[in-house]
């Protein structure tokens, strides 16, 4: 499976934006990219996926390189309430979540 | 977490004794996951189901059984608890189509074995 790689820790502060980098450089042309966060005792939630183009939702705007190597998630004004654990993970297009493979993340602590 | 309960949240138990999760939904969703996650780590799959009968191992399935005899619920279930199986427990639906969906986690149930 191919694996992704985060930076263990990040720090920010509130109401700026926050830029969480992602780098997969053996993706394949199959693979989706998807982020999830844990807040603290907390199950993980969804909060975007990217196939090829930019993404935008609700919650944040996933910014994926031109190679598809690497990727970013971005929340535009960050709060308090955003403090996570962060994932990015590779899931290909025809694969159920069974081979989805959650590392450790990132975590984001966000300054008052 | 709407519409993914899991009983009990908490649960406490003795080397040996046995005890059983249970994870329902409350939509109509064909896969179902169950997943643990240990201090400082991230979540690793111990078993999953694609539709109701149907059950397959994952990641780290040694240790657990699951049953999924009707479609909304999907049970583990621990016969001889282990001191290594205190972790906190999360089951997920997904929704969507392969590779673009989206899971939808429990809250957790934490599991201490003395």
Same mark, same amino acid.
């Given at each position: 499976?191919?694996?992704?790689?985060?930076?263990?820790?990040?720090?920010?502060?509130?109401?700026?934006?926050? *830029?969480?980098?992602?780098? *997969?450089?053996?993706?394949?042309?199959? $693979?989706?990219? *998807?982020?999830?966060?844990?807040?603290?005792?907390?199950?993980?939630?969804?909060?975007?996926?990217?196939?090829?183009?930019?993404?935008?939702?609700?919650?944040?705007?996933? @910014?994926?390189?031109? $190679?598809?190597?690497?990727?970013?998630?971005?929340? *535009?004004? @960050?709060?308090?309430? $955003?403090?996570?654990?962060?994932?990015?993970?590779?899931? $290909?297009?025809?694969?159920?979540?069974?081979?989805?493979?959650?590392?450790?993340?990132?975590?984001?602590?966000?300054?008052? | 977490?709407?519409?993914?309960?899991?009983?009990?949240?908490?649960?406490?138990?003795?080397?040996?004794?046995?005890?059983?999760?249970?994870?329902?939904?409350?939509? /109509?969703?064909?896969?179902?996951?169950?997943?643990?996650?240990?201090?400082?780590?991230?979540?690793?799959?111990?078993?999953? !189901?694609?539709?109701?009968?149907?059950?397959?191992?994952?990641?780290?399935?040694?240790?657990? /059984?699951?049953?999924?005899?009707?479609?909304? /619920?999907?049970?583990?279930?621990?016969? !001889?608890?282990?001191? &290594?199986?205190? &972790?906190?427990?999360?089951?997920?639906?997904?929704?969507?189509?392969?590779?673009?969906?989206?899971?939808?986690?429990?809250?957790? !149930?934490?599991?201490?074995?003395?």
């Amino acid at each position: 499976d191919a694996k992704t790689t985060q930076p263990n820790s990040m720090e920010s502060n509130e109401e700026e934006p926050v *830029h969480l980098p992602c780098n *997969h450089s053996t993706i394949s042309g199959t $693979d989706y990219i *998807h982020w999830y966060r844990q807040l603290p005792s907390q199950g993980p939630e969804y909060v975007i996926h990217g196939l090829t183009s930019n993404v935008n939702n609700r919650m944040a705007s996933l @910014a994926i390189a031109e $190679d598809r190597k690497s990727s970013t998630l971005i929340l *535009h004004r @960050a709060t308090l309430r $955003d403090a996570a654990v962060y994932y990015c993970i590779l899931r $290909d297009r025809q694969e159920g979540a069974q081979k989805l493979v959650f590392g450790q993340g990132t975590r984001l602590t966000i300054n008052p | 977490n709407a519409g993914v309960t899991q009983t009990p949240k908490f649960r406490v138990l003795k080397t040996g004794q046995s005890m059983t999760l249970l994870c329902a939904q409350d939509m /109509n969703h064909e896969y179902m996951y169950w997943y643990r996650q240990d201090p400082g780590m991230g979540l690793r799959l111990i078993h999953y !189901s694609v539709g109701e009968g149907t059950t397959a191992k994952g990641e780290v399935p040694d240790g657990y /059984n699951v049953s999924r005899l009707k479609k909304q /619920n999907f049970l583990l279930g621990l016969e !001889s608890a282990a001191p &290594s199986q205190t &972790s906190v427990y999360f089951c997920a639906i997904e929704t969507g189509a392969a590779g673009a969906g989206e899971l939808f986690f429990g809250e957790g !149930s934490r599991l201490t074995v003395l």
